[in-house]
């Protein structure tokens, strides 16, 4: 019964490991278009706008995008695991 569980584990590493990298992915990005918009809006004569107002909102949505393909791939791995469990059993 051990094979079930380091494999479940295994999905977790690895669904946290994807929501890491994802994560810091979008977030360099996400960073990086907020500075060049707040160097445009200067640039304009604009007001900046705040990184409560401009880049939180933005990172919230990453953050929440990459928790659905991090839960994606753990379900995915829960439910591979679950099916081979029960055709190992029937065998």
């Known amino acids: 019964m051990q094979s079930p569980r380091l494999a479940l584990g ?23 278009e907020f500075a060049v918009e707040q160097l445009a809006r200067s640039a304009q004569g604009r007001p ?9 909102p933005r990172l919230r949505v990453e953050a929440q995008r990459a928790a659905a393909w991090s839960g994606l791939v753990f379900a995915t791995g829960v439910a591979a695991t679950a099916w081979a469990s029960r055709s190992r059993a029937a065998l």
């Open 48 to 56: 900046t706008v705040s990184i409560n107002h401009g880049f939180r």
């Open 10 to 32: 295994l999905w977790l590493v690895l669904a946290t490991v994807l929501f890491m990298v994802r994560f810091d992915w979008r977030t360099k990005q996400v960073a990086q």
